[in-house]
């Protein structure tokens, strides 16, 4: 399923790993690259990541609740408390997740499309808003900053780049994250994760 190209920077040998991937940071110069109808085209810097202790590392699945994901892209944001990474998977049926990770919280959501309007002034920490006929809470609002990229990802993304976010929490662990940039609100639906329920799968000798 990979598919190899040059960055057209430095010619480093880049391949993605999914074909909707619609950007991919180049290890070898740092440089972003956006692939649009088989167009490559220079977007800005991947900037540099600091390599930090985690569960989740590029290229190595995990198992969690029957299911495999791989990480195949990671983006790091700063916000008031501190940083986190955002990795896009694969799941084992080939479709995009995101996995969240602040420290133990974890979070694996999808993008969700939705047509809904929702005021970000009602957004306040505590407030109940009813989403597609469900009731949640407002549990965090922050805003976050995009510091690094490293790997593939199904959009656009910039160093710098910055947004607010709200995490809405519902029934059944449900988790409604919502974000707000330059005036378009972006929905991604799923749950909080156990993560002492996450399995690391073996390092293959040849990988
Ligand atoms: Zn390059």
């Not at 590029?58 to 990671?74: A, C, F, H, N, W």
């Not at 929702?118 to 469900?134: P, Q, T, Y």
């Not at 976050?144 to 990229?149: P, Q, S, T, V």
């Not at 656009?156 to 929490?169: E, F, I, K, P, W």
Request: net charge negative.
């Amino acid at each position: 399923m990979a598919e190899d190209f040059n960055c057209p920077n430095c010619g480093g040998q880049l391949s993605r790993k999914m074909a909707h991937s619609k950007m991919v940071a180049c290890p070898y110069c740092e440089s972003t690259v956006l692939l649009e109808d088989d167009v490559l085209k220079l977007a800005g810097r991947g900037g540099v990541m600091a390599d930090e202790p985690s569960l989740f590392v590029l290229g190595r699945s995990v198992e969690y609740d029957g299911e495999t994901y791989m990480p195949i892209g990671q983006a790091r944001f700063s916000y008031a408390n501190g940083w986190w990474d955002e990795f896009w998977a694969l799941d084992g049926k080939g479709e995009g997740v995101w996995i969240s990770v602040d420290e133990g919280d974890i979070a694996i959501e999808e993008n969700h499309e939705t047509d809904l309007q929702i005021d970000e002034r009602k957004l306040k920490v505590g407030a109940r808003i009813s989403f597609e006929d469900e009731l949640f809470r407002v549990t965090e609002a922050d805003r976050g900053k995009c510091e690094a990229l490293r790997g593939e990802f199904p959009e656009a993304m910039s160093v710098g780049d910055t947004y607010t976010y709200y995490h809405l929490s519902g029934p059944r662990g449900r988790l409604i994250t919502l974000e707000f940039e330059d005036g378009e609100m972006y929905v991604t639906e799923g749950k909080w994760i156990d993560p002492y329920e996450i399995r690391q799968q073996a390092v293959e000798a040849n990988a």
